[in-house]
């Protein structure tokens, strides 16, 4: 039962950690050095993304939720919660490009804080 806690617990900080590089930039408007830690997190996503790594937090959701006795017929983490409802398999070229653009250009403004 703890392996099952633990696993939805890692996976809501998945959730957390995605939607911090689609618009993490917002909090450079708060804090000045929050800039460094989403340009880190999305350079790490982009590669991710375009070099086909696997993420860690999505192996261990999945140790976890083995551990705790469940069934895990999914190998990766936003297949199966979001691309899978879409009837889409989540490595097609249209997402990729869409999901790097949509971040890059939702947070540019924050990125040119940078230069500044």
Sequence with gaps: MHYAILAVI?????????AFVLAG???????DWMIWVHFSCFVYAVAIMLVGWR????????WLRRQ???PVQWQEFLHHYIWSHLGWRGNEWFITAGLILAAGLFNWRAYLQLTS
Aim: glycine content about 12%; aromatic content about 14%; some cysteine.
């Design 25 to 31: 930039g917002l909090a450079a408007y708060r804090w």
């Design 55 to 62: 993420c860690p937090l999505t192996d261990l959701e999945i």
């Design 10 to 18: 890692i996976a809501i900080l998945h959730f957390g950690f995605v």
């Design 68 to 70: 705790a006795g469940q």
